[in-house]
Each structure stands twice: as structure tokens, then as C-alpha cells.
């Protein structure tokens, strides 16, 4: 179970002002490309679970990951979640050609899972048709942080087709302790913030950005 805090910036003012205030404790920045998969007929996300590839740096680091039965209240998020690294050129194959990511149940745990749990995939899967498709997806600079206590920040900038938005997370396995020292970090730095009300993946879903 991977369990962050999340607070959602309102605008690039804000992303900069917080950037500028966490420039000690940086450690690197990574440009994200997020591409997300479901069955042709929904099977994943009919069970609130969605499988993603991403790239890291353009085709520097590739991760598939699957993502299921999330929550996120008062800022802080929970999800049962996987993920393995995979070479970045098959991944880019599965982004063009879906049906290719059945064909690694073979030898990948998570698609093994997803073919075991939802039915999708299995050897052969371009001549029966595509039982993966690719929903799109979004863009991300994250600029990672080695804060107090041993926290790591991240602090997100999203490209959406439909918008920008700001987010700082925080990977913890005490969401309260830690969200109270953000919350006095960021008011003490004069950064406006909220809870975040939705993942990623929810407001490219909805196609809008949440108010």
C-alpha cells in the first residue's frame, strides 16, 4: 500500500515560491511522460484499477506499475500499487501497439496478474485483436527533495491537454505527522495550498482541470 500526502498548489506563483523555498534540498528533477491502459472492455477500471507506463527522462528509465482501489481523503492518498521496470523501447512498442503488453505475462508479475485477476492478455493477443488499450495520458516535471527527518518531497508541474496543474506529495508511512510539518512549512513560507480532492489520473479522466 503506498500511502503520500498530497496538496494541490493553485498556481504557478505558488509552484515557484515553494521551488524556491525547497532549493537547499534538492536532489534531481525528472521530465515524466505517463501513459495509462485499461482492457477493451474496461475490465481494469470496472475494478477501479488502472495499469501505467511511464518514462523518465525520455526513454532514460521506463516503469509499468498497476494501480488499484485508491483513496484519497484530506489530503491523503492510499493505493494498493506495483511496479517494475521494463526496457524503455518495448515500453514505447506497447504505446503504439497495446496488444503487446498481454504478451508479457510470461514474464512480467504485473501483467501475469492482470491476466490471471482480470482476464487480459495471454500469448497472441495482435491475432485475436487488442484486449489492452491506451487511454492517453500527460506530461510531468517533478523536482524531488531530501527534506526533515528523512522526508523526500516531490513537487509536480502536469501538463494536461486541457491545462497545467501544481502539486507537492509526500511518500509517508505517517501521513498525519508529516502533513502536519508541511502544513506549518507552507504557512510559514507563505505558500497557498489545499488538499488535493483527486489523483493524476482522476483529472485526466475527467478531462478538466478540479477547481
Not at 475490465?43 to 523518465?56: D, G, K, N, P
Not at 506495483?82 to 496488444?99: F, H, N, S, T
Not at 495520458?137 to 509536480?156: I, M, P, Q
Not at 480532492?197 to 477547481?211: E, I, M, T
Request: net charge negative; aromatic share 10%.
Amino acid at each position: 500500500m503506498e500511502v503520500e500526502v498530497k496538496f494541490r498548489l493553485p498556481d504557478a506563483a505558488a509552484h515557484q515560491r515553494l521551488s524556491d523555498a525547497l532549493s537547499p534540498f534538492h536532489l534531481r528533477t525528472h521530465l515524466q511522460e505517463n501513459l495509462f491502459f485499461d482492457g477493451a472492455d474496461s475490465e481494469l477500471s470496472t475494478h477501479f484499477a488502472v495499469s501505467r507506463i511511464r518514462f523518465y527522462d525520455g526513454d532514460s528509465r521506463c516503469v509499468l506499475s498497476l494501480k488499484a482501489r485508491a483513496s484519497l481523503v484530506d489530503g491523503v492518498s492510499r493505493v494498493e500499487e506495483v511496479e517494475e521496470d521494463i526496457d524503455p523501447a518495448l515500453g514505447r512498442a506497447c504505446v503504439a501497439e497495446p496488444w503487446r503488453l498481454g504478451s508479457l505475462s510470461a514474464s512480467s508479475r504485473i501483467m501475469g496478474r492482470v491476466k490471471d485477476e482480470f482476464g487480459i492478455g495471454g500469448e497472441g493477443e495482435e491475432k485475436k485483436g487488442s484486449s489492452f488499450v491506451c487511454l492517453g495520458g500527460f506530461r510531468n516535471v517533478r523536482a524531488v527533495y531530501g527534506w526533515k527527518e528523512g522526508l523526500t518531497l516531490e513537487l509536480d508541474e502536469t501538463s494536461y491537454d486541457f491545462g497545467t496543474s501544481y502539486e507537492l506529495e509526500c511518500e509517508t508511512g505517517e501521513p498525519e505527522k508529516a502533513k502536519e510539518m508541511l502544513e506549518g512549512f507552507l504557512l510559514e513560507k507563505g505558500v497557498e495550498y489545499s488538499y488535493s480532492k483527486a489523483s493524476k489520473f482522476a483529472v485526466f479522466r475527467a478531462g478538466k482541470l478540479l477547481p
